[in-house]
């Protein structure tokens, strides 16, 4: 009877795992779709590189494009931008009050008649040009940024001038945190973008990227520019500066502009590789415009790589790992070598990397394509909760052995909760079945193995390693699915909302497993008896040693989990990711193919030789280090399911093949051991 009960659990998981597939069907529906990447230069960077490096910008952009560049970054032109270009000159009005000329009286007294009763400080902007078309451009932004009273403007001597007549912030925030805050730093004005840059990116057959900032103006009267360039230019995507523009209040203009244009919004990953970039307003736009959005690397988040190669691994792993599908690319800033061979190197590695992505079947030439913002319902929900239940469940009845009584109470209280939680009050509680999934199943995994060389010690060693690798892998598989179909919707692909408690994660199985293992050994003698018998025993040789093995082995795992890891990547190892990406689309995870896979083979070698019990305690923490590597692979999110599945399977070949050199490693050292005994030397 408890035979036929278990199944019908099983076969109540397997049903609850399939109504919970359409989670699944929508991430993968998502992920099919985002093939694309983009590569994208700023154009201001480069051509203030270019400019410094006395190259030619339009042979650096023939050079861009031949190295599989189609599209441009645009940041709203400044007022220094065109100071920088010979447009305009600009000075503080405290300067411009004592400026030397020839007709220096006449032309205060013009300032000053404009000026008026108005107050203007000493550091207000003072902006004078004699070019018709800048002249024009001027009256034109200025005046849909500022009020009438912001802006005072006179002629004299043939100059126009303009004093901006408000407070004025710097435009790029400093790069240096630990800069102090109150340090002078000059201040600009954003003026849209130029369309005569626009016009000769256009007609060498680039596409465009807009990067609108906000305004510190009161006029909101610039937000309808960026509606009719983007008809004109046929831009399809957004990446905002340090703030939305129309931020706090006038964002309504930019998101009917996104939902009418059918606009992507760029979102910046962070140098942490944790969330995205925080822009005021952001937030509340994609929101609202139903998350038309892709994810950005900046390449700036490099700069402290010291080798090309470690920076092009960053960018493919990038794509491949983290799915970036939009690379905006700065000219590299090596204080080493000049400005050009930094240029030279940039495109060099542009080449090179759209080799090795498109190598990987990603499309280069395309645009990226929009993807569904829905989200699952409650119903999902509540399936993937059972499902959940159902595998508590069953581990429980494994572990403990509960009465039938005690399960029915225990499934029906949870059955309640299930009921209550997502179809009444229709909560949304994804990411903790994600986290629920990823502590169960390595748990669970790590029991049924226990539980399978307990009861099938006579069998032959390569059927129990057939065995266990079916145990491990499909057990894991059910946490991976269910993590998958939990968090499917397009937030978490774009990392916009993140899988929590990833320390819990990685700890909470190895625990339960000194507890599956009393609990799975206990016998006549009972969990607690089994536990203080232990406590009390010497362990022999063979266990000690396979125990300093488990502490290397847990050092590594804790020191290269997470985000910060505190053990770093040596030469050696990156060298061996390279080529293991070489190979696979994604390389296998190194806590899998050096921890997990060689401590189950050994594990089963060993047990099926000694009969230790031991034995399984000391390396089966090992086989859950690697249990736990194969469901966290799924719980990052923003890496494709495809790719995740393929590093797994990765896993598993490479893995097998290390399993395999530690079965031939210990007898080589059994065999060692024996002729030093024979020798007399032990």
Known sequence: MKLNFK?????????????SGSGIYLRVSNENLNKNVVTVADYREF??????????????????????????????TSLRDMAYNGDLYI???????????????????????????????????????????????????????FAPNEIISFNHGGQSYFIVNTELLPLDKPKDPKKPANEFVEVDV??????????????????????????????????????????????KYLVFGNEVSGNPDHLNPIINMIEKQGLIIGIIETSEQLKYVSQPGLDSVMEAAGYPINRV???????????????????????????????????FKDGRISYSANINNTIEMLGRF??????????????????????????????????????ASLYLLYLFKPGRRLLAVWFTLGLLACLSLNILLSADFSKVYALGAAILYPCFSSLLLLIYLRDNRGKAVWLQLLASLAIIIGVNALGMYT??????????????????????????????????????????????????DFLHMKPDYLVLGCGMVALLALYYYLGRSGNNTEIA????????????ESIFLARPRFKEIIIGYPALFAMVYLYHKYKEDLILLVLGFGVVMGSISMVNSFCHVFTAVSISASRTLAGLLVGVCCGILSIVGIYVLEWIYKKLVETGVL
Request: glycine share 6%; hydrophobic share 45%; proline share 4%.
């Open 91 to 145: 000075t503080p009005y405290g300067e411009f009050s004592v400026f030397p000329s020839n007709d220096y009286p006449s032309m205060q007294a013009a300032a000053r008649k404009a000026i008026g009763n108005a107050y203007v400080s000493p550091d207000k902007l003072v902006i004078q040009s004699n070019q018709p078309d800048t002249v024009a451009f001027l009256k034109e932004r200025l005046g849909s940024r």
């Open 7 to 19: 199944w019908m659990l099983w076969i109540l998981l397997g049903l609850t795992l399939i109504l």
């Open 47 to 76: 051509w203030k590189t270019v400019h410094a490096a006395n190259m030619d910008l339009d042979e650096t952009l023939a050079r861009l494009k031949e190295a599989g560049v189609n599209t441009i970054a645009l940041k709203e």
């Open 354 to 391: 759209h080799d090795t992505i498109a190598g990987k079947g990603f499309i280069i030439d395309q645009p990226l394509k929009h993807l569904s913002g829905k989200v699952p319902g409650p119903w999902h929900r509540m399936a993937v909760a059972l499902s959940l239940l159902l595998a």
């Open 297 to 331: 690397y900046s390449t700036t988040n490099d700069e402290f790589v010291t080798t090309a190669d470690e920076r092009y691994y960053r960018w493919v792993r990038a794509v491949v790992d983290r799915g970036i599908r939009i690379l905006y690319v700065s000219p």
């Open 190 to 235: 954003r003026l849209g973008f130029d369309e005569r840059v626009m016009d000769m990116l256009k007609s060498k057959g680039f596409q465009i990227i807009l990067r609108p900032d906000n305004n510190t103006g009161s006029n909101y009267a610039y937000l309808q520019e960026y509606e009719k360039q983007i008809r004109k230019y046929d831009v």
């Open 569 to 580: 990547v040596s030469g050696l190892e990156i060298r061996l990711r390279e080529i293991l």
């Open 483 to 532: 993590v998958v179909t939990s968090l499917a919707d397009i937030r978490y692909i774009m990392n916009v909302k993140i899988f929590s408690g990833v320390k819990l994660a990685f700890m909470l199985p190895l625990l339960m497993f000194g507890i599956n293992y009393f609990a799975c050994f206990a016998g006549k003698l009972g969990f607690k008896e089994k536990v203080m």
